[in-house]
C-alpha cells in the first residue's frame, strides 16, 4: 500500500510539472457567443463525474484509492484550437485524476477526487456523496444514488462547475462486476472580464457503463460514457 500511495504521489507531481512547464494559455476572448454556448456544454461534459466502481456500498472499513484516465472525444477541434493558437488539440483530451472513496454507516460513501488536464493549465477538484438502498447480494443487484459536486479551474478568462445527480445498479459475478447507470449533469460556465459574453449554463443526461475486475485488494476498471460527447477511461484502485 505504501508503494501504491508513493507512486500515486509521483504520479501527481509529474503531472503538476508537465502542466506549468507545458501548458497553453487558454482563452475565450476570440469567441462569439454561440462558440461559447458549445465550449460550455463540451467542457461541462469533461468535467462531470465518473464512477468507476459497482453500486454496491464501501461499508464502514471500506476505501478506495486509486488513479483513473478518462479520455473525452472532441468532435470541434477547431474550436478547441481557437483557444490558443499556439496549442494543437488532440482528437481525446486526457484527464488524468486521483480519487478517494471512504465507505460510512448506513451504506453512505463520500469521495473526492482532484488532478490536472496535461498542457492545458486547467486544473479539476471534485467531491461526491452516495447512498445504496441496495447493498447487492448474491441474488440481487446494488443500487446507488449519488450527488457530485465538480469544479474546474485554470482558463485565462473562464471557470467551469458542474452538478451530478444520478443513479446506477450493479451486479457481482464473482471478480467481476458490471455497472450501467444514468446521470442528469447542469454545468456552468463563468466569463470572466469578458463584458461581451455571457455565462453559459447547460444541463443534459449522460449514460455510462463499465465493468471492474477486482483482484483482492487491487481492481482495474474501465468505464464508456455517453452524451453530448463521448469518454472511455480506466482506473487503477487498491482498496478493502
Known amino acids: 500500500m505504501k508503494f501504491f500511495r508513493n507512486s500515486i504521489i509521483s504520479i501527481i507531481c509529474f503531472l503538476l510539472l508537465t502542466s506549468v512547464s507545458n501548458a497553453a494559455d487558454l482563452s475565450i476572448a476570440s469567441f462569439a457567443q454561440s462558440e461559447v454556448d458549445s465550449f460550455g456544454e463540451q467542457i461541462g461534459f469533461l468535467t462531470a463525474r465518473r464512477q468507476y466502481r459497482g453500486a454496491n456500498p464501501l461499508g464502514v472499513i471500506g476505501f478506495d484509492l486509486g488513479i483513473e484516465m478518462t479520455a473525452v472525444k472532441l468532435d470541434d477541434k477547431s474550436l478547441w484550437n481557437k483557444l490558443d493558437n499556439t496549442w494543437s488539440a488532440p482528437s481525446y483530451l486526457m484527464l488524468p485524476l486521483v480519487h478517494v472513496k471512504k ?119 474501465a468505464e464508456a460514457n455517453f452524451g453530448e460527447m463521448q469518454s472511455y477511461g480506466l482506473s487503477l484502485d487498491i482498496g478493502i
Open 103 to 221: 465507505g460510512l454507516p448506513f451504506s453512505i460513501d463520500v469521495g473526492v477526487r482532484g488532478g490536472i488536464v496535461p498542457k492545458t493549465g486547467l486544473s479539476l477538484m471534485g467531491g461526491e456523496v452516495s447512498y445504496s438502498p441496495l447493498a447487492g447480494s448474491i441474488a440481487t443487484p446494488a443500487v446507488n444514488v449519488f450527488l457530485a459536486y465538480s469544479v474546474l479551474n485554470g482558463g485565462n478568462n473562464f471557470d467551469m462547475n458542474a452538478t451530478s445527480v444520478g443513479a446506477s445498479i450493479s451486479k457481482g459475478l464473482g471478480i467481476i462486476t458490471p455497472y450501467a447507470g444514468i446521470s442528469s449533469d447542469k454545468s456552468n460556465l463563468s466569463v470572466k472580464n469578458i463584458s461581451s459574453l455571457q455565462d453559459v449554463a447547460k444541463s443534459g443526461l449522460r449514460q455510462f457503463a463499465g465493468l471492474r475486475l477486482n483482484l483482492l485488494v487491487l481492481s482495474l476498471c
